[in-house]
């Protein structure tokens, strides 16, 4: 009796071994499948670590759906994403995005998902949702942002019995007293072309106002107008004055972050990404401070009026028109406190989530004082003027070039592809 009943239990335990194997495949076959295209890696590096909590948080929190995170690094993520929405086919579910009008540009050739309904009520700061609308449609969240500012090695300020400056002209004096002491009063990395910027950014809106750059853009003014031309004159003056060292053309992005890790430069002005790096004592035993770009005397800027963008973003492409269930959960979790928690350096726009670190707090300290946010150029503007804008910031550090030329045949550029400044 008692081997008929173990010949029962066993043949009812394989039957249900088969039926419920045969039912494995329809079951996997119903979990949805998001592909999410981003920059960083989801490894151990700090600069990480939120990818890195975003992406395990999730799958961890989701299991019915398998997310695949491709990371592309910078360029990559740009390039691929280019190529895809230009050729609209083989696109991700969601793509990690600046916003901006490159992502408008995307939504105005139909290649983006409107997730207004499904996203508006997230949690997160009006600038976040700006960031991501476009024509009054939302189609992604912004967790991070990003401005730029001056890193200062606060012990080379005290040392030197100097203070961080507020007006360019005290900046000026500031770079000659460190130039004295045979320290490089400015970090620049312009090698690598883009670094430039967010100085020239800067001193074009100290010199014309916000309005300066707006104006070109929309066609109302030209990139060679005198706010520019101003700006880049300036820029190429402090270089033959040496305040970004002997051969800035020479000096990659890596290289100013080693400047300002070691003590041998004073300033970086650069994005406030930068805040976990600079926070680390793995990295520098330096104590750097960050503050506000300087007000101009005389000029139509204001300290308030500052040069960022997001600084992590993700979109939403019409490939996950049927996945909208899904997307939703991954943008909720993307803008959650638990996944924003683990950045380091990053200023979040999600409430409840603490600055990690001094620096951190500084810069979004300067950030809650903003009153307008320019976007990075090289973001803003459409993809076939940005190459060329940063070509034409390394003229800037040519002595002998004449920048005014420069930036009319940058104008004449733009002309081409934008149409002319009415």
């Not at 967790?143 to 203070?163: S, W």
């Not at 973003?313 to 943008?331: C, I, S």
């Not at 946010?373 to 004449?402: A, K, Y």
């Amino acid at each position: 009796m008692f081997k008929t009943r173990f010949t029962v239990f066993v043949t009812l335990l394989l039957v249900a071994t088969l039926l419920i194997g045969s039912f494995m495949p329809g079951i996997a076959a119903n979990k949805v499948k998001l592909t999410v295209w981003g920059r960083d890696l989801t490894d151990e590096d700090p600069a990480h670590a939120y990818i890195k909590a975003l992406v395990n948080g999730f799958k961890a929190k989701n299991p019915d759906i398998d997310l695949e995170y491709v990371a592309l690094g910078d360029p990559g993520l740009m390039d691929k994403t280019k190529v895809a929405m230009a050729n609209n086919k083989d696109l991700p579910d969601i793509f990690q995005s600046w916003g901006g009008s490159v992502m408008g540009g995307y939504a105005d050739a139909k290649r983006l998902l409107d997730m207004t309904k499904d996203l508006k009520s997230i949690p997160g700061s009006a600038a976040a949702r700006n960031a991501m609308t476009w024509k009054k449609k939302i189609y992604g969240v912004a967790p991070f942002f990003a401005i730029a500012g001056i890193f200062a090695n606060e012990e080379l300020f005290k040392a030197n019995g100097l203070t961080v400056p507020t007006t360019i002209d005290d900046l000026e004096k500031v770079c000659e007293a460190f130039k004295a002491k045979g320290i490089q009063p400015i970090a620049c990395g312009a090698r690598d072309k883009w670094p430039p910027l967010a100085l020239y950014m800067y001193l074009v809106e100290r010199y014309g106002g916000i309005e300066a750059f707006n104006n070109a853009q929309a066609r109302k003014g030209r990139f060679d107008a005198d706010p520019f031309v101003k700006a880049a004159q300036k820029y190429q003056d402090w270089v033959k004055k040496g305040y970004f060292g002997d051969k800035p053309l020479s000096e990659a992005y890596g290289d100013a972050q080693n400047l300002m890790a070691t003590g041998k430069a004073a300033m970086h002005i650069t994005g406030s990404w930068m805040c976990a790096q600079y926070s680390s004592k793995d990295f520098t035993d330096q104590t750097i401070g960050f503050y506000a770009f300087p007000e101009m005397k005389g000029g139509k800027g204001s300290i308030n009026n500052m040069m960022g963008m997001t600084d992590i973003g993700f979109a939403v492409t019409r490939a996950a028109a049927k996945k909208k269930a899904a997307v939703t959960r991954f943008m909720k979790y993307a803008m959650s406190v638990e996944a924003c928690s683990a950045e380091v350096g990053r200023i979040c726009s999600v409430p409840g989530v603490k600055a990690p670190s001094r620096l951190t707090s500084m810069a979004s300290q300067v950030f809650t004082q903003a009153k307008e946010i320019q976007f990075w150029w090289d973001q803003d503007l459409p993809p076939m003027v940005t190459s060329p804008l940063n070509d034409t910031f390394q003229t800037f550090f040519m002595p002998n070039s004449n920048v005014k030329r420069e930036l009319t045949k940058y104008e004449e550029l733009v002309e081409e592809a934008m149409g002319p400044a009415k």
